[in-house]
């Protein structure tokens, strides 16, 4: 869909989108209500018990881990704890639920009220056409900061439930129903312990959407709570997306939109739903409050089955487990344990390294080039700090994408890089020495230094060395010495050159410019 498309409807309605985001906490190693292990993949139905089966007399122990990390989770996103909670039954009927109900939270989650700041800039800056003001109805109001905006997304709530089993629809398309042949089912993941957060109806556009999502995920991921991976589905959004004229307060009829198992598949789809409900209501039609399922091929979305409420799913108290009940004092000691988060790291780096703020915000996002960054610096020195983000943000990123690794895999340690920085900054080789130099280091694993010795690339940046030669240049070619004293300056370039070849490029380029200035006067 053009994106002009887009920007037309948003200057005649208003989106209001809010967003469902299950997370699988992958650092609980058993499953939420029984000892079956956590872990993706094996041979389908074998890790699985009489308790994650739904088996008759079969009695559910919550696990204390997955719900210490729930209330990280809330204290993380700035959400209220709740000192009283409890389970309820969450009642449907579906082949992938073996109980035909979900032990999960209704009215007294675990966490509440929470909230996440979300920059955007960029492109995504002309999908809210209303900022710092506008004609919106509510919500909340967008900050103008660094050529882009700033807006808080409230969070509803964080509660915990069990995961559900995977379908496997044989024969259809998307792993749809439709057009299948049959329908497998593997309970290996039902039961997983998973967190729900619900956010508010605050976002405006699909670019805030997708930031959300993806700062999100970068807080779970500095927690340490779930290895996030929208392609295993430990991390899953649901969006439900409304439209209304501008200016307007009611909102529209909202659908619910699955299946989008990427950031970019996110944006897309809520943007592909935005222009379909204007096109109906432009057409004097009715918008149908339904489930809708993302088609990542056809680019479409297309109706599932009709949207559940609340009272469809006839919740009760869980009564074979007690309600809980959390001292402050408890609450507090997670608190201690809770990580530097991205903003916080992000901030630091500004602060301490005079990093710019799109530099600092990538090097914050995920954890592990965080810590990889940080590393780097306490080797190389804190004056170094901004060499090493330019070649983390550059050569190693471009590394890490052509063959397809995570930085915790690369060749090239902190270490190394520290000392490739040093090399350069110390004269020793040039920077274009130093990208080959990269580039062996990344595939073999050899030390920059042990590289520089074995190949002969150490730079020479003796001054007196240099002048021998410089000398002997500048004599062999007088007519470009008098071209130059004539005012034809650019004629330097054909002397480094020069003095660059006789000593087998292994001058200091920096210094050859010095010594030839000063000979030439």
Known sequence: MPKDRLLDVLERYEAVIGLEIHTEITAADTKMFCGCPVAFGGEPNTRVCPVCLGMPGALPVPNEAAIEWTVL?????????????????????????????QISQYDLPFCSGGVIDVEVDGPGVAERLDLGGGVAADGPTPVAEDGGYRV??????????????KMVHVG??????????????????????????????????????????????SIWLALGV?????????MRVDGNVSIRPRGRAEFGTKTEIKNMNSFKALHDALAYEIVRQADLLDAGEAVVQETRHWDATA????????????????????????????????????????????????????????LPKADATMLAADTATGCYFDAAVEIAGADRAKQVANWMLGDL??????????????????????????????????????????????????????????????QVSDTGAIETVAEAVLAAHPDEVASYRAGKTAVIGFFVGQVMREMRGQGNPAVVNEVLLRLLG
């Open 73 to 101: 989770a809330g204290l993380a996103t700035e959400c209220d704890i709740a000192l009283w909670s409890q389970f309820h039954r969450k009642q449907y009927f579906y082949p992938d639920m073996p109980k035909d109900y």
């Open 152 to 165: 808080p997304i409230g969070i509803t709530r964080i509660h915990l439930e069990e995961d559900t089993g």
């Open 172 to 217: 259809g398309s998307e792993g749809r129903i439709a057009g299948a042949t049959h329908s497998l089912v593997d309970f290996n993941r039902a039961g997983t312990p998973l967190m729900e957060l619900v956010s508010e109806p605050d976002i405006r556009t699909p670019e805030e959407a997708r930031r959300f999502a993806q700062k999100l995920r």
């Open 226 to 234: 779930s290895d996030c991976s929208m392609e295993e589905g430990s």
């Open 299 to 354: 680019r479409r979305t297309s109706g599932l089955r009709s949207k559940e409420e609340a009272h469809d799913y006839r919740y009760f108290p869980e009564p074979d487990m007690v309600p809980f009940s959390f001292e402050p004092q408890w609450i507090a000691s997670l608190a201690a344990r809770l990580p530097e988060l991205p903003d916080a790291r992000r901030d630091r780096y500004m602060a301490e390294y005079v």
């Open 397 to 458: 990123t471009a590394h890490l994408n052509a063959a397809g690794i995570a930085i915790g895999e690369a060749r090239v340690t902190p270490a190394m890089l520290a000392e490739l920085i040093g090399l350069v900054e110390d004269g020793a080789i040039s920077g274009k020495q130093a990208k080959q130099v990269f580039a062996e280091a990344a595939g073999t694993g050899d030390a920059p230094g042990a590289i520089v010795e074995a190949r002969g690339m150490k």
